[in-house]
């Protein structure tokens, strides 16, 4: 149907409805709850006795991503993990997601193709249907918006606004790496931009750069919560960082906060790159972003059960409102803890 | 707190947050389904027993809109319009939108103000809840994603795939008016690029215009069809035009069709702008698209509690798949229908 050549395959070979046709064969659906998928003016879904949560993410290439340093692959992956990590951060299990691209007449076929593989990838691993969605022409780079929805319980679904005094705040994983692995593929491109010979070595840096380019939902914690019977107070997906991300949960539950800097997980390889590159590993972990860890406050008396899993660590806990929002540091002072999070439009004056 | 000045306030002086809780603080949660809107990971809603539809859009500007000739306020209007088009499509009723929304720095806080003005607007009139999305950063004009929610009983539910033969095609509304609006548009803006003083006098065509730029979706014929006892055995919204959209409904349903050019309804106003500018009618009829009206199949038995409707017109029936796809002229010869709509990729091509 469509030409080919060795540029690879106009997109306006396939007209607007063999593209996504072509470009979706391959996905299943595989959830009962999922009626219709693409094919209809709107997908249906079944959630029976079920809440359904609903998110969205729109990415604007050269805001959100930039091509020069990331693979469609892990783009179409990421794009997807970015939606389910919100819906895991509900308490809820991520069921189905719809997924638009706009493109502009650089792209070819076969570039949609590698950014639907990484999309297929998504699903499977995290066994959700993809169920909607199109691909248009754009006059402006790549434009991707994903939808996640999920289900779960009345009981089961954990706002931001449940935090309650006394509340231990955790942490999953460790943090800052993505930041940290974005600075380190910046600063490889930049060099690459000067030298196209430029062969940058990236095996030092191989986890926080795999941290930027291809973070993992916690998928894991949410059922270990379960099986533990553990449900937290408050959650929130650490997206733009540590320190704004837990003033969303003070803001939204009333309460104040204390935590520990010398509790903030962090990784070896995070703590050397930004050594190296003269960042503050603790800046990058608390304002760094793109973690898509979780953050999420416990009653002092769940705490038990979930003692000695190295990927919950305790940072800290809440406090009254007015007793502040405050980070103690290494030496015992106090400082306030303030939103430096990542930015979009912050960004567009920065850059 | 963020400052304005003559030209306006700059996106950046509110940042994200601020930002959108300032867009969205007059949209009020009406429905009781809706148990969480903006403000959380992601959105919460309660269909009880009933399934729930969802769709979504991608509209990028210079491909689906050009803001030499849209008002904002249009625009958002109809970014919404669009999408619950697709839920009235499947017999549902909208309940939810997530609205994201990319602008580059060209763009005030007052810009965004009064495309949320006509989400607003649209919201009221269709009584359906803003509960998610967010606005960001764009490097390449302005993008709104748009996912739109509904709900209907399994039974209730109407596919593409349903039409058997002999089943009645009908069309409500007249068709091609959203078409030749958007011509005298791109008319008159390009006479104002070459003479900014000229004053474009678009009274002639007001019907015309506002079908291009105030669509509306229609929610009364799905409470007509309700009400007369009828459920159509498929049907689509008219977005690609009438030729391309009753080729879904022919192709998902294995049925061939005949319609009847004397029977496709066209408002005089766009006949004669159609005539005026040396278009076909029928061709804007047939090919011009976003008219959004409504293209449905019934069983022969159903069409009496349908007569006298002056918004539903039969056009044509359904017939086995081997008797073709036609249109018969009005000297009463055939010519097969073909897809020739609105394509964003052919667009791209084109212009």
Request: glycine fraction near 10%.
């Amino acid at each position: 149907m469509a030409k080919s050549s060795g540029k690879g395959t106009e997109i306006s070979a396939y007209g607007e409805f063999g593209l996504i046709e072509h470009l979706t064969k391959d996905f299943p659906l595989r959830n009962r709850d999922t009626k219709k998928g693409i094919g209809d003016d709107a997908a249906v879904i079944s959630p029976r006795n079920k809440q359904m949560v609903v998110t969205t993410d729109l990415l604007l290439e050269g805001v959100h991503f930039d091509l020069a340093y990331t693979p469609l692959k892990h783009l179409g992956y990421k794009a997807v993990v970015v939606n389910l990590s919100d819906v895991y951060a509900m308490n809820a299990v991520p069921r189905q997601i719809t997924v638009s691209v706009g493109v502009s007449s650089r792209f070819r076929v076969e570039h949609l193709e590698e950014l639907y593989e990484g999309i297929r990838l998504a699903c499977d691993h995290y066994g959700v249907d993809l169920v909607g969605g199109d691909t248009s022409a754009s006059y402006s780079g790549m434009v991707i918006s994903v939808t996640a929805l999920g289900r779960a319980s009345r009981e089961e679904l954990v706002y931001r606004d449940g935090a309650r005094e006394n509340d231990v705040i955790c942490v999953t994983g460790d943090l800052g790496g993505a930041y940290m692995g974005l600075q380190v593929l910046k600063r490889e491109n930049k060099i690459f931009q000067q030298d196209p010979k430029f062969q940058p070595d990236l095996s030092k840096y191989e986890y926080i750069v795999g941290r930027q380019l291809k973070p993992e939902a916690r998928r894991d914690i949410i059922q270990l919560l379960k099986e533990k019977g553990v449900k937290p107070s408050s959650m929130i997906d650490i997206s733009d960082g540590l320190s704004s991300d837990l003033l969303h949960l003070c803001h939204r539950s009333g309460t104040g906060c204390r935590i520990y800097q010398d509790k903030v997980p962090i990784d070896a390889e995070t703590a050397a790159a930004a050594e190296e590159m003269k960042i503050e590993p603790l800046i990058a972990a608390l304002s760094g972003g793109e973690d898509y860890e979780l953050l999420f406050t416990v009653s002092p008396k769940d705490m038990d059960k979930l003692a000695s899993r190295p990927q919950i660590t305790p940072v800290g806990f809440m406090t009254p409102a007015e007793k502040g929002r405050l980070l103690v540091t290494s030496s015992g002072s106090e400082t306030e803890i303030t939103a430096q999070g990542w930015n979009a439009f912050g960004r567009m004056k920065d850059e």
